[in-house]
């Protein structure tokens, strides 16, 4: 059984695939955090910008077979679109707790490239095309490969020297967009900056909210 909250197209709008069109597949829950307000503060992730709760969002819901879900995301894809690859990302919540061999080998089937954004908690199983590894706070990394790791920034427990020797062929930082915690600051100019002064960081911006997306 997978849980799904909401599936939809879009663009990427982050990291090193950010502007591709893209089905999303957004699974309910994540070990990091439960979703609810009242225990934001007290969780190892505490920045969230995304409701992850339940299965009633669009296109959202319960699914018993890998077979189920990968027919009704294949469906979001456009039928029009003959020459690019068709792309899914999986992300949540935290996708590793539900995506499974027999979903990535569905999607395989269906023609389609596979993403996945994972908080690194998790090890990853194989098959996966592009990997994005956001690390958080003082939690441990399971997951320490892949194609890019995306940290977030600033964050106290995760200050980005201790990810350098992780093995992955891409580094960004992501301004920690503080809205969702109702505050205010300039985490891009620090951002910005941390890029300037350590080049081997690049900046990734969340693309879609300047595009006004999702
Ligand atoms: C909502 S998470 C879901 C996937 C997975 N649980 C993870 O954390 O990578 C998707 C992406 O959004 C990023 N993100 C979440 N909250 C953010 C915020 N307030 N500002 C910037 N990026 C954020 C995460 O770091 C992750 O790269
Ligand atoms: N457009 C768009 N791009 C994204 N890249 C990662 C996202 C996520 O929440 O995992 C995300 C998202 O929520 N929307
Ligand atoms: S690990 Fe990902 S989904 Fe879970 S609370 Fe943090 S940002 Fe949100
Ligand atoms: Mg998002």
């Not at 663009?11 to 591709?20: D, Y």
Request: charged fraction near 20%; glycine fraction near 10%.
């Amino acid at each position: 059984m997978y849980s799904v909250k909401e599936a939809f197209y879009t663009l990427q709008g982050e990291g090193g695939q950010a502007g591709r069109a893209s089905v999303f597949c957004r699974f309910t829950g994540c070990n990091l955090w439960s979703g609810r307000e009242q225990d934001r503060t007290n969780s190892i992730c505490r920045f969230c910008d995304t409701d992850f709760i339940g299965t009633d969002g669009q296109n959202g819901g319960k699914f018993r077979q890998a077979s189920e879900l990968a027919t009704h995301l294949e469906a979001l894809w456009p039928a029009q679109a003959a020459y690019a690859r068709p792309y899914v990302v999986f992300t949540g919540g935290e996708p590793l707790l539900q995506l499974d061999a027999v979903l990535i080998n569905a999607m395989h089937a269906r023609g389609f490239e596979i993403a996945v954004e994972t908080n690194g908690t998790l090890p990853a199983p194989d098959g996966i095309d592009w990997l994005c590894v956001s690390p958080k706070g003082r939690a441990d990394i399971k997951q320490r490969s892949g194609n890019e790791l995306k940290l977030v920034y600033p964050q106290e427990d995760a200050m980005p020297e201790r990810f350098m020797a992780l093995e992955f062929d891409h580094f960004f930082l992501q301004p920690m967009d503080l809205a969702p915690r109702g505050e205010a600051g300039n985490t891009t100019a620090r951002t910005v900056a941390y890029c300037m002064a350590n080049p081997q960081w690049r900046l990734s911006l969340q693309t879609h909210k300047i595009a006004g997306i999702d």
